[in-house]
């Protein structure tokens, strides 16, 4: 059975491209960095421009609730 996922970030297969593609880089950026070159601010961009967390960025998620007293 097939489900169709709507949604106007999961239609685009090239996203999902360049998402895969920006995860499979910070990898191998990250393997880099163990052995001692300056990878920081490289993923950090990556991070940041695909929402993916790294180990120089993180997610802070906030529930808006409104109160009535």
């Known amino acids: 059975m097939r489900k ?3 949604g106007t970030l999961l ?3 090239e996203f999902i ?5 920006a995860r499979e880089s910070i990898a191998r950026l ?4 163990r052995v001692g070159a300056n990878i ?3 993923v950090k961009n990556l991070g940041l421009q ?4 790294t ?3 993180s997610f802070v ?7 009535f007293v």
């Open 40 to 42: 920081a601010e490289e």
């Open 61 to 67: 998620a906030v529930e808006l609730e409104l109160v």
């Open 17 to 21: 491209r360049k998402y895969l593609w």
């Open 50 to 53: 695909y929402h993916l967390m």
């Open 4 to 6: 169709r996922i709507r």
């Open 30 to 33: 990250s393997d880099y960095g």
């Open 11 to 13: 239609k685009s297969k």
């Open 55 to 57: 180990q120089y960025t």
